[in-house]
C-alpha cells in the first residue's frame, strides 16, 4: 500500500541524482548549459562519449574532454559503468566540424548497486542528533542520520516534521565509519485503504459516482475526486462502462463514504507470454528490452504491480545478456505492461531449440539458472 504512496525504489534511484544536481548550482554556468539526468546505457572511450536515457525515454549524446569534471563516482570517462545513474552539465561544442555536438562540463554518477533501499515504520526520531530509527516488514530496525544535503519529500520538509509510527522509504549510503547517512528520505501518515474487486455494475460520471459487485454478491459504491489515480483501460470516470473488471483501493471518510485513491480497471486483458535474452535494462523509466528466440525484439515495461520471481526482486537486479520469461498485458497505447518477470543467469548449456519455443505457461521453470 505505502509503495504507492511513497514511491517506488526504482524512482527513488532518480531522486539521488536530483540530490547530486544540487551542486549544479554551486557552478558557474557558461551560456546555453543543458542540465539533464538519466541512466548511462553506452559509453565508448575511443570516441570520447557517453549516451544517457533520461526518465522520459529520450536518449542523448554527450561528448567529454580535458576539461570535463567529473565527481560523485567517477574521476573519468573510464569509470563511467552502464546501468549508472548520472546528471550531466553540457553545452554545445562551436567547434568546426562539431555538428552542435554536446559537451559534458560537468559529470555527476552513482552507482545505484551501492545504495541502501528500504521501506517501513519510523520508531524513533531525534532531532538534536540528527537520527532516526525504521522498522523494516521483516521486523529489523535500522538507524539512519541525515545532514545538510539530505533531501526529504512527502510529508516533510526536515527531520523535525518526522513523526512515529509513520511510513516511510529511504535511499542512503554507508559512510566510512559504518553509519547509515540518508540521501533521500520520504516519509508520511498513510491512511489504511479499503481494497475490494469485482464487476462494474453502475456508473455515473456526473456525480462522481459508480458501483462495482465483489465477488462475495455484495454491492460497494465509490465516489471520486481530483485525487483519483486511474489505470488499466481508463484515465477518468467517463471512460469506465458497466461489465468491466474494476480494482479499487479506497479511503473512509467520517461519514463513511468511500473515496477511491486507486481505480484499475478494464475488460479483461490477454495475457502476452515471451521468453528470451534481455538488454537494454533502463532502470529510471522502467522498463527492458527482450530478444526473442525468432530475434523479434520486445520493449517490455514495468510497475508497482509487476512481480518477480528467480534471481531478481525488482527492475534494478536484471542484467543485460540475462534469460527472462515475462507475462505481460498490451495497454491501451500499445505498451507491453509486464505482470511478472522471472529472471535469472542463462545456463552453461544452452536448451535445445525445440524446446527453447514451448509456450511459457506449459514448461517447467528450469530454463533458468534459479537460486
Do not use: C
Not at 520508531?123 to 537520527?131: A, I
Not at 459516482?209 to 454478491?217: N, V
Not at 455484495?218 to 486511474?230: A, H, L, Q
Not at 517490455?300 to 509487476?306: G, P, R, S
Amino acid at each position: 500500500m505505502f509503495k504507492k504512496f511513497v514511491l517506488s525504489l526504482m524512482t527513488a534511484l532518480l531522486i539521488i541524482v536530483s540530490i547530486s544536481s544540487a551542486a549544479f548550482a554551486a557552478e558557474q554556468d557558461p551560456p546555453g548549459i543543458v542540465k539533464t539526468r538519466g541512466e548511462v546505457i553506452d559509453v565508448n572511450l575511443a570516441a570520447g562519449k557517453f549516451q544517457l536515457e533520461k526518465p522520459d525515454g529520450e536518449i542523448m549524446t554527450f561528448f567529454v574532454d580535458e576539461n570535463t569534471r567529473f565527481r560523485g563516482r567517477v574521476e573519468n570517462l573510464d569509470d563511467l559503468q552502464v546501468g549508472w545513474t548520472v546528471g550531466v552539465a553540457a553545452h554545445e561544442s562551436k567547434g568546426d566540424g562539431d555538428g552542435g555536438k554536446l559537451l559534458a562540463v560537468l559529470v555527476i554518477a552513482v552507482d545505484p548497486s551501492e545504495l541502501i533501499k528500504v521501506r517501513g515504520e519510523i520508531t524513533r526520531v531525534d532531532p538534536g542528533t540528527g537520527t532516526y530509527k525504521l522498522q523494516k516488514p521483516d521486523g529489523t530496525e535500522m538507524t539512519f542520520i541525515v545532514d545538510g544535503n539530505t533531501r526529504y519529500s512527502g510529508q516533510i520538509n526536515n527531520l523535525e516534521d518526522l513523526q512515529v509510527s509513520w511510513k516511510a522509504a529511504v535511499v542512503a549510503k554507508k559512510t566510512d565509519d559504518g553509519s547509515l547517512l540518508t540521501l533521500a528520505l520520504v516519509a508520511g501518515d498513510a491512511p489504511e485503504l479499503v481494497k475490494a474487486k469485482g464487476v462494474v455494475t453502475a456508473v455515473d460520471p456526473g456525480a462522481g459516482q459508480f458501483e462495482i459487485k465483489k465477488t462475495d454478491g455484495t454491492t460497494v459504491s465509490y465516489f471520486v475526486n481530483e485525487k483519483t489515480r486511474y489505470q488499466g483501460q481508463l484515465s477518468s470516470l467517463d471512460e469506465m462502462q458497466v461489465g468491466w473488471r474494476a480494482a479499487v483501493a479506497a479511503k473512509a471518510d467520517k461519514d463513511g463514504k468511500l473515496w477511491a485513491a486507486l481505480v484499475i480497471a478494464g475488460t479483461r486483458p490477454e495475457i502476452i507470454r515471451a521468453q528470451g535474452t534481455m538488454s537494454a535494462v533502463a532502470v529510471g523509466v522502467g522498463k527492458f528490452k527482450l530478444t526473442k528466440p525468432d530475434g523479434t525484439v520486445l520493449t517490455i515495461f514495468v510497475d508497482e504491480n509487476t512481480k518477480f520471481q528467480g534471481q531478481v526482486e525488482s527492475l534494478s537486479d536484471l542484467k543485460n545478456g540475462w534469460r527472462a520469461g515475462v507475462l505481460a498485458v498490451e495497454q491501451s497505447d500499445g505498451k507491453l505492461l509486464a505482470r511478472l518477470v522471472m529472471a535469472g543467469k542463462p545456463r552453461a548449456e544452452r536448451p535445445p531449440a525445440e524446446d527453447t519455443e514451448r509456450p511459457l505457461g506449459n514448461r517447467p521453470l528450469d530454463f533458468l539458472t534459479l537460486p
